[in-house]
Every structure is written in C-alpha cells, then in structure tokens.
C-alpha cells in the first residue's frame, strides 16, 4: 500500500466516524409546552445547562438558573431572554461546593416560589479539580457532582410533591460504569496517591444513578419521577482544566468528534418534558434511549448503604428525610 491509499483510508474512517457521532445524536422531539410550569437547572449559565435551561424559556416555562457566578449567570439569563422572547427567566445563587449555599437556596426558593415542576441537577466539574476538600470538609468532585444534589433534592421535595407531576432529572455519565465506589469509605480521601482523579469523578457519576434509583423508590406514587443520564461525550468546559500535551491532543480529537453542548442537552430535555417518559422512573439513559445498568450497582443493600451514608454526610433533619 502506497502512502496516498494509507492517508485515503484514514481520512475515510475519520469521516464514516463523524458521521456515525452525527447519526447517533438523540433528541427530543417531543411538542411539550410548559406555560405555567418552573424548572430548576443547576449549573444553568454554559454547556449542557444552557442549553436545557433555553430549551425550557422556549416551551414557556418560568426558569430559575441555579449557578454559583452572579456575572456568567447573568450574561446567559440575558441571552436566554433575548432568543426566546421569555422574560420569566430568573437567576438564584447555588454554590454546590457549599452545603450552606444549597440550603440557602432551597430556603429562599421554598419561600417565594409556587411550585417547581421541572428540577435537573446538572451542575458539575471535571476530573481534574479533585485534589482538594469542600469547605464542608468532603471530598469537592463528590460534594458538586453527588451530595449536593441529593441535599438540594430532598429540600426541594415537598414543591415537588405539590405540583405532581413533576420531574426530577440527575445529570450522570458513562463514566460511572468504571467507578470504586465503596459505601464504607464514601467520602474517600481525594489524595491517595491510588485513587485516580478520573476514579474519583466516575464515583460521583455512580452516586448520581444510585440516588436516581433509591429516590424513584421512594417517591413511588407520589407523582414525582426521577431519572438519571449520560449526556454524550461533550465539548463544554468542563475540560478546561486540562493541561500539558495531552489537553492538546484531546481538545483536537473532541473538537472533531464530540458533540455540541446543544446536542448534550437532548436526554436531559427529554427526561424533564416528554410524554413518552412520564410513567418511567428510577431508570438510565443517554441519546433519549434507556439503557442498563449493571447488577452490582442496582442491588438494594449496596444502594441503601450509599444513600443512609449520603444522609449523614449532607446532615439530613429527621423531618428532611425521606421514608
Ligand atoms: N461534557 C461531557 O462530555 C459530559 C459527559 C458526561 C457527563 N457530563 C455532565 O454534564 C453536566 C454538565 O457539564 P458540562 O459538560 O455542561 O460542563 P460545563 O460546561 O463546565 O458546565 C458545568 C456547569 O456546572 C457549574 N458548576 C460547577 N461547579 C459548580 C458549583 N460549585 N456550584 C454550582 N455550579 C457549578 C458550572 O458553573 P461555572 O461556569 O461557574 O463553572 C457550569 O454552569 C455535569 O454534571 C457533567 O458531569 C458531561
């Protein structure tokens, strides 16, 4: 083979690869409309969360974005505004690194707003900014991406309850398929040298389905249904904190082939607003599909285990927990 043939073969398979990502993507197509409804997204003002956040303004929606910079969240409230014509659009401070934050907002949310309809717990940071613990003294990827979520959640229940039916939608990866999560040792140490940051992160992405799966439980005939999901592999900024060479062989290969934050936005949308999920809780997806999980992490002592843990490291009241 000729070096001409080689090149030939390779631009080809690049090419049937950028078409297959572009024929995979998932979307909701669902005609939704949300007047009259609000919705939370965390982490609303970039990636995934602008995206879902629009997506709601332009169905009508009242939607608070729950987003820890005033200055970022601002500028994507004005945008949102400006495409969809929507001014019921609100911005709420929610720092997920802190638990006092989380129930500031929950605070202030439960005293002025009527009812929440739509809650995607969205925000979440990379691998990379691991080494280090939260001001609550916890694990920092664990707080954001996990316990933040499931405090906020469970202070938010009884608006939830209130304005059945009503979703809620965890925002996971693929990722949680390689995690180590033991219920013993949940918050693990960020700087053991043997527990990779990637590890670490997966780990939080598994704490997300598991809550997913022992909330639907829980709320089982409430009217409240949750699921969890892998957006795709999306170029946002959630990579940002890369460095060295390798960040710059990534960014090449994900600037050709991982989908658009739009795109990442497609199973959160359809979790939290189409008709063909609204009996469906406690479940998986990604490119608006169901999809398994494994046995190991669906088994009921190893879900109960992690979420009783959950419970004393967010510091549930016994009035806040759920039976
Ligand atoms: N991109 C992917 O390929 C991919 C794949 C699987 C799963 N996910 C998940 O998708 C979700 C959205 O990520 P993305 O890719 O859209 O990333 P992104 O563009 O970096 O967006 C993350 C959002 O979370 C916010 N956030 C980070 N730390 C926060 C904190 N302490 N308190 C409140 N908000 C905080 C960010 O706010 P700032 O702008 O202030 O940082 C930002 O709004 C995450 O849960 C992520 O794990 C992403």
Sequence with gaps: ???????????????????????????????????????????ANTGIGFYTALDFA?????????????????????????ITGNPN??????????????????KDFNETEGRLDILVNNAGIGADRMRKKSEDGYNFVMQVNYYS?????????DKLKASAPSRVVNVSSVMHRIADLDPDNLDRYPKERSFPTYINYANSKLGNIVFTIELARRLD??????????????LTDIFNGMRGWQAILFKFFATLYFKTPLEG???????????????????????C???????????????????????????????????
């Excluded at 332009?58 to 505004?81: D, H, Q, T």
């Excluded at 979520?149 to 229940?157: A, D, N, W």
Aim: with cysteine.
């Design 1 to 43: 083979m000729d070096l001409l043939t080689i090149l030939t073969f390779i631009a080809l398979v690049l090419i049937i690869l950028k078409i297959y990502n572009k024929l995979t993507v998932g979307w909701d197509r669902s005609y939704t409309c949300l007047i009259g409804k609000t919705a939370v997204v965390t982490g």
């Design 89 to 106: 659009v609100v911005v709420k401070n929610y720092d997920a690194a802190s638990f006092a934050s989380v129930r500031a907002f929950a």
């Design 149 to 157: 979520s499931f405090l906020l959640t469970h202070l938010l229940i």
């Design 289 to 323: 599909a169901e999809r398994s999980l494994s046995r190991e992490i669906t088994q009921h002592n190893f879900v109960k285990k992690i979420w009783e843990k959950t419970e004393e490291i967010v510091h549930l009241t016994p009035q806040e927990k759920l039976n």
């Design 58 to 82: 332009k169905r009508g929606a009242r939607v608070i974005l729950a987003c820890r910079n005033k200055e970022k969240a601002e500028n994507a409230r004005k945008i949102i505004i400006k």
């Design 265 to 287: 936005a497609q199973t959160s949308i359809y979790l939290a607003v189409s008709p063909e999920v609204q009996n469906i809780s406690g479940q998986y997806f990604s490119d």
């Design 221 to 234: 005939g409430t009217g409240v249904t949750t699921n969890a999901l892998h957006p795709g592999a999306i």
